[in-house]
C-alpha cells in the first residue's frame, strides 16, 4: 500500500518558475527521501532528508520535512525544461530501519521552455 | 563506477510462460530491492535482499520470487505470467538502510500477452 502521497498529481509552468510539490504520509519514519523519474526510466535518488531535519538543500532543490504534520515539501526553484520528469516521494518507516522503501504515486511535473 | 544494470531491457512474453529478470547492482552494494511499476498501482514492493538472504516481502503472490547471490547479483522470477504482470520491473541497490539512498537500474519492461 502506498505511504507517501503526493499532491498534486500533475504540475504543469513555465520556464523559470518554482516548482512545488507535497508529500503526506501516514506512519513514524526513518527518513524521506524524493526521488525524479524521466519518462519510463529508472529513478534517480534526490536528496534524503532524516526524521530529526526541518530542511535540507541540495543546487536549485530544498526539501522541507514537518513530522508533527507528517508531510514534507520538495521545491525547485529556477525549473528548466528539462525539470520534467515525475516526482516520488519515498519512506523509510518503522524503528529497526529495515523495512522497504514506500513509495508515493508520483507528481507529474511539465516545464514549458 | 558502474551503476545497477537490468537485464534484459524489454521482454515479450505470453500469458502462462515463465520469465526470469536480473539485476547487477553497484560493487560493494549488499541490499538489493525490487519493485513492481505500473501507471494504475504506481511503485508497489516486492521483495529485498540483504547478504543473499530475504530482507522484506510485499504482497505479491507467490509467483514472483527472487534470491541473491554471494556476489550480490540478484535475479527474480514470475511464473505463470498473466496479462496483469505487464509492468515496468525496477531493481534498486543500496550500501544498507535507512541512511543511504538507492540507485535503481533503468528496468525491465516486461509485457505479457
Known amino acids: 500500500s502506498q505511504q507517501g502521497e503526493e499532491d498534486p498529481q500533475a504540475l504543469s509552468i513555465q520556464e523559470g518558475e518554482n516548482a512545488t510539490m507535497n508529500c503526506s504520509y501516514k506512519t513514524s519514519i526513518n527518513n524521506l527521501q524524493w526521488y525524479r523519474q524521466n519518462s519510463g526510466r529508472g529513478l534517480v535518488h534526490l536528496i534524503l532528508i532524516r526524521s530529526n531535519e526541518r530542511e535540507k538543500h541540495s543546487g536549485r532543490l530544498r526539501v522541507t520535512l514537518d513530522t508533527s504534520k507528517k508531510s514534507s515539501s520538495l521545491l525547485i526553484t529556477a525549473s528548466r525544461a528539462a525539470d520534467t520528469a515525475s516526482y516520488f516521494c519515498?519512506?523509510?518507516?518503522?524503528?529497526?530501519?529495515?523495512?522497504?522503501?514506500?513509495f508515493g504515486k508520483g507528481t507529474r511535473l511539465s516545464v514549458i521552455a | 563506477k558502474a551503476g545497477v544494470t537490468q537485464t534484459p531491457r524489454y521482454l515479450i512474453k505470453t500469458r502462462g510462460q515463465q520469465v526470469t529478470l536480473s539485476c547487477s547492482p553497484i560493487?560493494?552494494?549488499?541490499?538489493v530491492s525490487w519493485y513492481q511499476q505500473t501507471p494504475g498501482q504506481g511503485l508497489q514492493f516486492l521483495f529485498e535482499?540483504?547478504?543473499?538472504?530475504?530482507?522484506n516481502k510485499g504482497n505479491f503472490p507467490g509467483r514472483f520470487s527472487g534470491r541473491q547471490f554471494s556476489n550480490s547479483r540478484s535475479e527474480m522470477n514470475v511464473s505463470t505470467l498473466e496479462l496483469g504482470d505487464s509492468a515496468l520491473y525496477l531493481c534498486?541497490?543500496?550500501?544498507?538502510?535507512?541512511?543511504?539512498?538507492?540507485?535503481f537500474g533503468s528496468g525491465t519492461r516486461l509485457t505479457v500477452v
Open positions: 560493487s560493494g552494494h549488499r541490499s
Open positions: 535482499y540483504f547478504s543473499e538472504t530475504q530482507r
Open positions: 519515498a519512506t523509510d518507516a518503522g524503528n529497526s530501519g529495515n523495512t522497504p522503501l514506500v
Open positions: 534498486a541497490s543500496s550500501l544498507e538502510r535507512p541512511s543511504y539512498g538507492y540507485t
